[in-house]
């Protein structure tokens, strides 16, 4: 066989167009916006106070141990540490409670069929076009009736009826074969065991999506813990920052960027480790997490 | 009483009848296969039995109990599925344990039984494996196993070779028939596939729109099948049907006019039933004799035909023609077949003939209804 032959099988060079030049520029552009607030904070942290600000900033780190001492200061000299903690179980009751739910309430919806299914999905889907600003006030009611106010349960019970979780979870258990439903009865497994050893198993990748985002929405929740949690021993990490933040607040920018950043560095930690799963959950649910 | 009963069993799917008044009987150790065309109710009939389904009316009853309200697990069915429903998560030990493991029986028992069943299947080098790491013939051969380990009554196979290519397909099959040689437990199979059911088949029950046509040894329904619609779906290719009309008849004859449009001729058959004026004569494509060109006959009935088609298959030809009035008939033929286009002249074997009433229904002789 010929070189000639040979050659129109060979992949050609691809055109870059002007369309493609564009895309990769807009692209470029908005991957700034979004890092560039990241990098000031870590500049700003990184950097002897007031430099990245001087009349000659600097947009790159300049001190990494004053940074170093910002942040040991924060730890020992405010309660962050403890707002850590309340963050962090916060989000593992939440993450605990959304899963078991939304995966029991999913398994039934999605596999079983009984009286006002459609009706009752459709009334939890509903509940997913409702802004969280209208539903805030009752939500918090109940949970002073209940007086749950400043407690870990007033922060984690409201938020475990997840009807986007719920959703997410519907969905990728309407995948799952009925044979296998059916073979499992046919072996005897109860209603239960089918959920657990079974269907939870096969949702396994659902399930790890829907805690990774709602641990990101959780970590971020700024406003349902001000309101309920006001007390200064049950303040999770975005309140504190808060109060940083706020107008009265005599630090300086450096230590409130420290501060933020230390508010942002599990969420980012989380989101580089789990990236994919991230992206691929919120393709799978068809919806913005 | 048989070993499974199923007596005048109906089944609804909201306003959709599936299956009407089915009633049939199934002995100890009988490899029974439930055959019919997509939709029939073959498998809602597998899935009744299962307990997967819910019957609407009528009862079924293995060894005297009555199942309809019983569930599925306490049965005593063991059900392999078409896509084989294996728990892809679960490894071949775990997915045949997990009905063991569901009822808690002792680690040792389970242990035994899944290298006994691994054993008879030739499974034990992949009881370590997943699904996803075993090919379509391996999946089936773990799904049974999951059915042997629970030691049932009865096997249920809903299609269970219908995903394997042909090749395959046939050695699973005869798997299955050593298999239930050695077993010896009742098994009940649904295929779409009338090959498959002659071949594994002790009784053959072939179903279509909900009803049972007919039940019986698979040679006895080729042979001598009830109505048109089983003569035509069981063998392959399938039964030639000439219409006629009858000329007229007497104790032991009737004569037919217009024989696939103009054939004329007799056939022997007592006790003619005079009210009917239109018959089909059903002729299997092996009695059906392909004439040479210019070869006499004195046979009571020659058609005339045009070749559409000649298919040679090697070991056997298959001739597709039409008669005058559009018919489409097949005929079995020798290896070198001259006469490739155009006419050819066929002689059905009228002594093997059957004889189809409008209705579809069976004609069958006078004496000959008295000796069955």
Redesign the interface.
Known sequence: MSVAEIAPALPRRRKVRVWTVLRWMLAFFIALIAILPVWWMVNVVFSNPGEPVSINPRLYPTSFQDGIDKIYMIFTETDYLHAYLISLLYALFTIAGVLLFGSMAAFEFALFDFPARRILFAIIMLSLMVPAAVTIIPTYLLTAQLGWLNTMQGLVVPGLASAFGFFLLVQFMRSI?R??I?????????HF?IYW??VL??S?NALITLAILTFMQTWGNYMWPLIVAPSPHMYTVGQVVGLFNSPYSHQTVDVVMTANLLAAVPPLIFFLIFQRRIVEGIAMSGTKG | MAFLDINSVTKTFGPVQVLEDVNLSIERGEFVVFVGPSGCGKSTLLRMISGLEEVTAGTIAIEGEVLNDVEPAQRGAAMVFQSYALYPHMTTAQNMSFGLRMARKAKSFIRARIDEAAGILRLEALLDRRPGQLSGGQKQRVAIGRAIVREPRVFLFDEPLSNLDAELRVRMRAELMDLHRRLGTTMIYVTHDQVEAMTLADKMVVMHAGKVQQAGRPLTLYDDPDNRFVAGFVGSPTMNFIPAKVAGADASTVRLSAIGGTAEGALAFAGFDSAVATVEIGVRPEHMRVLADGESTDAPVVLDADVVLVEELGDVTYVHLHLPDGTRLIARAERGLDSHEGRMRVVPDMKRALLFGPDGARLRPAAWTAAA
């Open positions: 074969p044979d296998m059916e073979a499992a009865r046919l072996d005897g497994a109860s065991q050893h079974v198993p096969l396994r």
